[in-house]
């Protein structure tokens, strides 16, 4: 099974400031046929359902507001959030969908400083 | 719109039996997988399988086979999660959450909390 290490597993932070997250996978997600990273980002605020931010890496899904970046391929990705807001405190996941089992990482939880 | 709508919270003594549901609505339902995904209270996400919504083919991840089944009915475009002889460790919010094979979980149900407590 792939295995997504994420890190740091939290984070303090000050309104506008811009933060990066780091996830780390065991086998690359890059697929040669078509040379796309099978990486996806989630948000889960407390008592909520995760909220796809970006897929294939860097793309960001509709309505996501474009601060939220994505970089990164075959084991290497971040998140990299810019000015960061009082509504993005929140647990973020990274996942693969390389291949079965999906897993995730254990998550960076983004915390008021 | 789309919209994935799971069944309410659950309350179960070990070793009864639990069925939980996901109506799907605002898209085809056949023409994405609906997957499975544990949370347990404090913990991280954990995919438990997927089940193909058009010839309802399921696929179990490893730690979840035996006493879980994924069923369809498909008519309704209900996907089905039922877990047999429940143990203090089912303890946890399941979410259903639709995707192609080998692609990302767009959309996700609101998540059931099951309790298993005698």
């Known amino acids: 099974d792939i295995v997504m290490t994420q890190s740091p597993s939290s984070l303090a932070v000050s309104a506008g400031e811009t933060v990066t997250l780091n996830c780390k996978s065991s086998?690359?997600?890059?697929?040669?046929?078509?040379?796309?990273?099978?990486l996806a980002w989630y948000q889960q605020k407390p008592g909520q359902s995760p909220k796809l931010l970006l897929y294939w890496a860097s793309t960001r899904q509709s309505g996501v507001p474009d601060r939220f970046i994505g970089s990164g391929s075959a084991t290497d990705f971040t998140l990299t959030i810019s000015s960061v807001q009082a509504e993005d405190l929140a647990i973020y996941y990274c996942q693969h969908y390389y291949d079965t089992p999906y897993t995730f990482g254990a998550g960076t939880k983004l915390e008021l400083k | 719109q789309i919209q994935l709508v799971q069944s309410g919270p659950e309350l179960k003594k070990p070793g009864e039996s639990v069925k939980i549901s996901c109506k799907a609505s605002g898209y085809t339902f056949t023409d994405y997988a609906m997957n499975w995904v544990k949370q347990a209270p404090g913990k991280g996400l954990k995919w438990m399988g997927w089940?193909?919504?058009?010839?309802?083919?399921?696929t179990y991840a490893e730690d979840f086979k035996g006493r879980f089944v994924f069923s369809l009915e498909a008519s309704a475009s209900i996907a089905n999660l039922q877990i047999s002889n429940l143990k203090n460790e089912d303890t946890a919010t399941y979410f259903c959450?639709?995707?192609?094979?080998?692609?990302?979980?767009?959309?996700w149900g609101q998540g059931v909390m099951v309790t298993v407590s005698s």
């Open positions: 959450t639709r995707a192609k094979l080998y692609d990302h979980f767009d959309y």
């Open positions: 086998q690359s997600l890059l697929y040669s046929g078509n040379q796309k990273n099978y």
């Open positions: 089940i193909n919504t058009d010839t309802g083919k399921p």
